[in-house]
């Protein structure tokens, strides 16, 4: 199967340099960034941010994160690992209010939970498979988990 960059080199040479956008906003310190991949499906939106293991997190990517969570129809997939080598992954969701999609009732985070290609390939099927279903509460990430037991706590936040 061919990867979705035909031309991994020619990716690298065109990456875009966002400094000359510093200082254009109306509150000096937004700087512009980029997301690693992004799918929107049925009114779904579906991103997914690799980071290097231990990458330091960036506080406005955490802040668009949390803001795009509570605009509703949103999970945000933040996976850590070497190039091509998930090692840990954490699902950000929107849970929405009952009989109206638009609104966020809360976003909820897993915690970190290990993993490999395997499992973050059934998470992002499952993502599928609930916009599909156009879910009536959105992608729940407890639901990736096949033994409730052992799945980690999830935190709301409102």
Same mark, same amino acid.
């Given at each position: 199967?061919?990867?979705n960059?035909?031309d991994?080199?020619?990716?690298?040479?065109?990456?875009?340099?966002?400094?000359?956008f510093?200082?254009?906003?109306?509150?000096?310190k937004?700087?512009?960034?980029?997301?690693d991949?992004?799918?929107?499906?049925?009114? =779904?939106? &579906?991103?997914?941010?690799?980071?290097?293991?231990? %990458? @330091?997190?960036? $506080?406005?990517?955490?802040?668009? !994160?949390?803001?795009?969570?509570?605009?509703?129809?949103?999970?945000?997939?933040?996976v850590e690992?070497?190039?091509?080598?998930?090692?840990?992954?954490?699902?950000?969701?929107?849970?929405?209010?009952?009989?109206?999609?638009?609104?966020?009732?809360?976003?909820?985070?897993?915690?970190?939970?290990?993993?490999?290609? =395997?499992? &973050?390939?059934?998470?992002?099927?499952?993502?599928? %498979? @609930?916009?599909? $279903?156009?879910?009536?509460?959105? !992608?729940?990430p407890?639901?990736?988990f096949?033994?409730?037991?052992?799945a980690?706590q999830?935190?709301?936040?409102?």
């Amino acid at each position: 199967m061919a990867p979705n960059l035909r031309d991994t080199e020619k990716y690298r040479e065109t990456i875009w340099d966002f400094t000359p956008f510093n200082g254009l906003f109306a509150h000096h310190k937004i700087k512009m960034g980029d997301l690693d991949g992004a799918v929107m499906w049925k009114g =779904e939106l &579906l991103i997914v941010e690799f980071k290097s293991p231990n %990458a @330091t997190s960036i $506080d406005g990517q955490q802040l668009l !994160f949390g803001r795009l969570l509570m605009r509703g129809n949103c999970t945000i997939i933040i996976v850590e690992g070497e190039t091509n080598k998930p090692e840990r992954m954490k699902i950000g969701s929107t849970l929405k209010v009952p009989g109206d999609q638009t609104k966020a009732l809360s976003k909820i985070w897993s915690s970190w939970t290990p993993c490999t290609m =395997e499992d &973050l390939q059934r998470a992002i099927a499952l993502w599928s %498979a @609930t916009a599909d $279903d156009n879910a009536e509460y959105g !992608f729940v990430p407890e639901k990736f988990f096949p033994d409730l037991s052992n799945a980690p706590q999830l935190v709301t936040e409102r």
